[in-house]
């Protein structure tokens, strides 16, 4: 799997000022230089689950600013640091678009609208209250490789982010309130709990062979210990837009290479099998509310996901195999 240019690691706080250490994802498999104690305790103040519990937009003056979508059921969403310096977030319109699984252009544009997913790594300046998303991968593909500056408070169990203000003065608020963790937490869970990076996706057939499935693609799965689950994957070599309005052609092409969805998962340790729960999804082959099983391996450092297996079009028997790295312990 290629490494984004833009892996560059984990971040730290240095007399006030965020900066970036050595701590990478390797693509040589060696190990990642471990994070200062002094990082892990500045991160550990973000670190958890966090779920949208609020958003307001006021303009210059201080009024408050209709928000678009607040009429609809206004959004979901979660945002999950991790001490090791990882994050990522999910954000859904309550009022998804109907599931389309070849949209129109239009249909497309309609759902890339009304959803937001991201992830990467963070570094925090607590002296100018600041926290900055460094994304690896976005849903748009203008956002990804791109920093993410945030204005922090944390109160309580409540964390407010205001990203910069708009070209016309408006200024947004996102609350997000902490998610416990589970209260009985099993033997799974615990080696579940983490940002795990994509290594390779594959589909078996009844030979025992297996195919590449989208070479290069890239990504992340995060387990929380509050019992919830993050998917991003990102397909390579993705092109922004030419003009600030996408073409149709454009808009498919964003639309196809990227896959995201959220929601609650479950643990069958018996039967070695997770469930993951959608709250919400983009192009994940299947719309909110729908529960995806994945059958568990775990060796040394790696996570294996299998599907239960399928027919293809001749009835033959295949069954869809991801590999995960560790990239982080709770």
């Known amino acids: 799997m290629r490494t984004l240019a ?6 730290a706080v240095a ?14 498999g060696q190990a990642a230089a471990p994070v200062p104690a002094s990082v892990r305790a500045v991160n550990e103040r973000f670190a ?20 678009p979508y607040a009429a609809l059921g206004g959004r979901i969403g979660y945002i999950t640091y991790d001490p090791a ?5 999910v954000l859904a319109w309550v009022a998804q678009p109907p599931y ?3 949209p129109t252009p239009e249909e497309a544009q309609t759902a890339l609208a009304r959803y937001n997913s991201y992830w990467g790594s963070f570094a925090v300046n607590e002296a100018a209250g600041v926290v900055t998303h460094q994304t690896f991968g976005a849903l748009m593909p ?14 309580g169990n409540r964390l407010s982010l205001r990203p910069p203000a708009a070209a016309n003065g408006d200024q947004r608020t996102l609350t997000w309130e902490r998610v416990p963790d589970l209260p009985n937490l099993t033997p799974t869970h615990r080696k579940l709990i983490g940002f795990w990076k994509l290594v390779s996706m594959g589909r078996r057939n009844a030979k ?17 210990a509050s019992g919830r689950v993050m998917v991003h994957l990102m397909q390579p070599y ?43 999804a983009f192009n994940a082959t299947a719309p909110a509310g729908s529960d995806f099983q994945r059958f568990y391996e775990f060796s040394a450092n790696r996570l294996t996901l299998k599907t239960p297996p399928t027919k293809d079009a001749n009835g033959n028997e295949t069954q869809l195999t991801i590999t995960w790295e560790r990239l982080s312990t709770p």
């Open 238 to 280: 993705r092109r922004r837009n030419v003009g600030s309005t996408p073409t149709p052609d454009e808009t498919m092409a964003t639309y196809r290479s990227y896959t995201s969805y959220f929601g609650p998962y479950t643990v069958n340790e018996p039967g070695q099998f997770l469930t993951h729960h959608l709250d919400a």
């Open 85 to 89: 310096g990882y994050m990522g977030v």
């Open 100 to 102: 389309a699984a070849r």
């Open 208 to 224: 025992g062979e297996t195919q590449p499935v989208n070479p290069g693609q890239t990504g992340f799965i995060v387990y929380t």
């Open 142 to 155: 203008s956002f990804a490789g791109t920093n993410q500056e945030r204005r922090f408070t944390i109160t």
């Open 48 to 67: 958890g689950v966090w779920k949208l519990v609020g958003e307001e937009s006021r303009d210059a003056r201080g009024q408050v600013v209709p928000i």
């Open 6 to 11: 833009v892996w560059t690691g984990l971040c």
């Open 15 to 28: 007399f006030g000022t965020a900066v970036n250490f050595a701590a990478q994802a390797r693509a040589d």
